[in-house]
Nanobody, 128 residues
Framework: QVQLVESGGGLVQPGGSLRLSCVAS????????IGWFRQAPGKEREGVSC????????YYADSVKGRFTISRDNAKNTVYLQMNSLKPEDTADYFC?????????????????????WGKGILVTVSS
């Protein structure tokens, strides 16, 4: 059974850090580009960061550049999103997604082009 399972969310104070993990099962992440997306209540889904399957190229939304870092460990079939200097506006449900043929990582993040699988999401709340 193909699954993407997110973990690492929760409540954090502004300025704090969290690391999200996305573990794949039922398929091998090596052959997929992976992205993190988020959706806050009443807002559209946003592509936060995506990483290619081949050359490690990455895309970051302007809202998270310099604060978030995406990485992957293919041996563990896992992708991470390190989130630093968190702000209240980062509060959202965060989803990971896998795309076998995503085009560019920017296309994947901005248009969800090529996404084959989605995780169920995990809540991140940034509040004092």
């Amino acid at each position: 059974q193909v699954q993407l399972v997110e973990s690492g969310g929760g409540l954090v104070q502004p300025g704090g850090s969290l690391r999200l993990s996305c573990v794949a099962s039922g398929f091998t992440l090596d052959y997929y580009a992976i992205g993190w997306f988020r959706q806050a209540p009443g807002k559209e889904r946003e592509g936060v960061s995506c990483i290619s399957r081949t050359d490690g190229s990455t895309y970051y939304a302007d809202s998270v550049k310099g604060r978030f870092t995406i990485s992957r460990d293919n041996a563990k079939n896992t992708v991470y999103l390190q989130m630093n200097s968190l702000k209240p506006e980062d509060t959202a449900d965060y989803f990971c997604a896998a795309a076998h043929s995503p085009g560019t990582v920017r296309q994947m993040c901005v248009t969800v082009f090529g996404v084959n699988y989605w995780g169920k999401g995990i809540l991140v709340t940034v509040s004092s």
